[in-house]
């Protein structure tokens, strides 16, 4: 899972690329980069860090220009642990091109064969990024090898993409002295919005994101969410024109988004991301209303933070006590997102702290927004008890994690998940040290997204349910997946050893 955004403007970008990155941090802690466009010159700055870390006042003034793309990084492909898998990526031909991506290519090792086969490009990262982006240049040279590139010739070549890249995909893409395109994947499974804004001078710009939090953070007006297969051409001389490129575009948005990566604060395909966790506390409240005596429950709590609004919810439909027992250190990252087990492990405690107070001698209902590989639940589990828990229940707001991610969120193996292996509920609560541990509904989940956008036909629920909407995800691929992952995981934990992470 990364971040985008992209700034086309008559004004200096650079600040507001870096303010628009600072509210898409949550998408990605690993790198982080800019690109601007001066004349027919690109600048760009990437490193790996926080934003705030990474960009200093003699970066922010070598970035001159009035048009720009951002990017945060959170690695799924590639390694993790090198600047040159840092994005916007850069190729010189046709005409120069700085990209960003969010998602995962299905079939990038295929398309990195056929690039150096038939199209005589060379792929200098194991980052599937840099295969996406040399293909949708291999095709701009191609519609372009005897014509001047205008939209029809952006849309066509955006057409030949979808034609031969599998998987998700949300893309910028800024060509030099030409314009700027984004398009998104003809499922839209990884998001991807734009919006408009009037300068001071009457001029309009454009911003294209992630999220729609970037708008509002920024001053834009939110336009609309980038259709499935959709592509839209931004051009230097003001034009904008849109076109649906993908002959069979169906939107199934990725149910995780709103579960716990979005911000609540942003609306992805027209479904508030803080309506959707409140509606789940409403699923989730029939299911344990089900399962539990409700009487055996003092208070409702969640573990902060994407699961407050599901666990707010959840108390109010079960008329119980809610309270907020652990307080969260801002300054440590999001464990799920980390790339060593070890790092996320030790990380729980430095993130999370209880107060007895609200424990000792109560029946907890913990509420988390999923529960993953476990290894943060199981601590906070302990943690309960240690501060004088009686009992402790635990409720998910997601079903249970049960198969490989290979859309652009870390869960490639099934070894790495709680449930990977089928555990039912009971089998997690004695492997957390739960009392007791109650699921989400995969058609709880679904219900209420659809509850908030009827419109909407499906949504991406493959690691709950194993459904790959791509229709190329095969066991073979998921076993190679899985190989590739044990491999990545065990040189992060022992590169995590070595500097002394790991007690």
């Not at 690329?17 to 949550?26: K, M, N, P, V």
């Not at 990084?73 to 091109?97: D, H, K, L, M, W």
């Not at 998001?191 to 710009?205: D, H, I, Q, R």
Request: overall charge negative; some cysteine.
């Amino acid at each position: 899972m990364c971040g985008v955004v992209a700034l086309l403007s008559n004004e200096p970008v650079n600040q507001r690329l870096y303010d628009a990155l600072l509210l898409l941090q949550h998408r990605g802690q690993d790198a982080a980069g800019i690109a601007t466009l001066d004349g027919l010159q690109f600048h760009m700055h990437k490193a790996m860090g926080l934003v705030r870390d990474i960009f200093r006042t003699r970066n922010m003034r070598d970035l001159t220009g009035n048009v720009g793309v951002g990017h945060v990084r959170y690695p799924t492909q590639g390694c993790a642990s090198s600047n040159q898998e840092s994005q916007p990526f850069y190729v010189n031909a046709p005409f120069g091109i700085m990209f960003a991506h969010n998602g995962n290519l299905t079939n990038a090792e295929e398309l990195k064969q056929e690039l150096y086969e038939t199209d005589r490009r060379h792929i200098n990262t194991t980052s599937d990024s840099e295969v996406l982006l040399n293909v949708l240049a291999n095709e701009i040279s191609r519609v372009t090898a005897d014509r001047k590139l205008d939209a029809d010739g952006i849309f066509e070549a955006v057409s030949a993409v979808h034609r031969r890249v599998r998987g998700s995909y949300a893309v910028v893409a800024l060509i030099a002295g030409k314009g700027l395109l984004a398009f998104r994947d003809p499922h839209g499974i990884r998001p991807l919005c734009f919006g408009s804004n009037v300068t001071a001078t009457g001029e309009k710009e454009w911003m294209v994101s992630s999220e729609s939090v970037t708008m509002v953070g920024l001053g834009f007006k939110l336009e609309r969410d980038v259709a499935p297969g959709e592509a839209i051409w931004f051009d230097f001389k003001g034009n904008v024109e849109t076109r649906q490129c993908a002959e069979h575009a169906v939107a199934n948005p990725c149910a995780f988004e709103y579960v716990y990566f979005a911000r609540p604060d942003s609306v992805i395909d027209g479904i508030s991301v803080y309506g959707a966790r409140l509606n789940l506390g409403v699923y989730l409240a029939k299911t344990v209303a089900e399962e539990l005596n409700l009487m055996d429950v003092d208070v409702v709590m969640p573990i902060p933070d994407s699961s407050r609004p599901c666990a707010q919810e959840l108390a109010k439909q079960l008329r119980l006590p809610y309270r907020e027992g652990f307080i969260k250190n801002r300054y440590v990252g999001r464990t799920f997102i980390m790339p060593g087990q070890a790092v996320r492990k030790k990380s729980v405690r430095q993130k999370l702290n209880a107060m007895p107070v609200e424990f000792e001698g109560k029946n907890l209902l913990l509420v988390d927004d999923s529960i993953v590989r476990g290894t943060t639940m199981k601590e906070i589990v302990r943690m309960a008890r240690e501060s004088g828990a009686k009992k402790v229940f635990v409720a998910s707001s997601a079903p249970r994690v049960m198969f490989p991610n290979v859309y652009g969120i870390d869960m490639p193996t099934k070894s790495e998940l709680i449930c990977g292996d089928g555990k039912d509920a009971d089998a997690v609560a004695k492997e957390l040290g739960a009392d007791k541990v109650i699921f989400q509904s995969i058609d709880g989940l679904k219900n209420a997204l659809h509850d908030l956008n009827p419109n909407i036909p499906a949504f991406d629920c493959s690691c709950f349910d194993g459904v790959y909407v791509t229709g190329d995800v095969t066991e073979a691929y998921l076993e190679k997946l899985g190989k590739a992952g044990k491999a990545a995981a065990k040189e992060n934990d022992e590169d995590d050893a070595q500097a002394g992470n790991v007690e």
